[in-house]
Antibody, heavy 122, light 107 residues
């Protein structure tokens, strides 16, 4: 079965760090870029950023709201994508999802994880 | 940044109604446009990719059209399970951007 599973969420104080994982199975993880999307309580979907597949350099793009605080990485040998979140703010409180997509095709975002909840509170 | 607007932001409709949701991009995005359905507490579900390609397993009453800057999602005959919030996503230019969503509820 093709699936993504996020983990690592929890309650954290402002200014602290947290690392989320997105574990893939059922497909060739290394062929895909991996995006992170979040949804604050009662709000819409917000794209956080993504990491390219190795064939396209494995580089990253970030939303302005998280740039310089969040870092994406990936371990294709383990089929895992990571989201390192530093200097967390209360406004980072959200459900965080990962999703796969292509770069050079208008396709992707077909598979999403179940989401992991991050709560940033004093 | 590419801004995505959606209209309407909310609507009330009846079972059997034809529903059309529009998404507009602030600049051309070719066909790098996807539509998602999300129900409360659930994961977004992709309905349409590449502006008009129906996801496998999605009922044929859903269709997408458009290219460039204007896109539409149409539900030809609204069913009870279609009451949800719908989002568009452009993934042509960075940052990728979602529309603000259209909530479809029961009239």
């Amino acid at each position: 079965e093709v699936q993504l599973v996020e983990s690592g969420g929890g309650l954290v104080q402002p200014g602290r760090s947290l690392r989320l994982s997105c574990t893939a199975s059922g497909f060739t993880f290394g062929d895909y870029a991996m995006s992170w999307v979040r949804q604050a309580p009662g709000k819409g979907l917000e794209w956080v950023g993504f990491i390219r597949d190795k064939a396209h350099g494995g580089t990253t793009e970030y939303a302005a709201s998280v740039k310089d605080r969040f870092t994406f990485s990936r371990d294709d040998s383990k089929s895992v994508a990571y989201l390192q979140m530093n200097s967390l703010k209360t406004e980072d409180t959200a459900v965080y999802y990962c999703s796969r997509h292509y770069l050079v095709l208008p396709d992707g975002f077909d598979i999403w994880g179940q989401g992991t909840v991050v709560t940033v509170s004093p | 940044d590419i801004q995505m607007t959606q209209s309407p932001s909310a609507m009330s409709a009846s079972v059997g109604d034809r529903v059309t949701i529009t998404c507009r991009a602030s600049q051309g995005i070719s066909n790098y446009l996807a539509w998602f359905q999300q129900k409360p507490g659930k994961v977004p579900k992709r309905l349409i990719s590449a502006a008009s390609s129906l996801q496998s397993g999605v009922p044929s009453r859903f269709s997408g059209s458009g290219s460039g800057t204007e896109f539409t999602l149409t539900i030809s005959s609204l069913q009870p399970e279609d009451f949800a919030t719908y989002y568009c996503l452009q993934h042509n230019g960075y940052p990728f951007t979602f529309g603000p969503g259209t909530k479809v509820d029961i009239k």
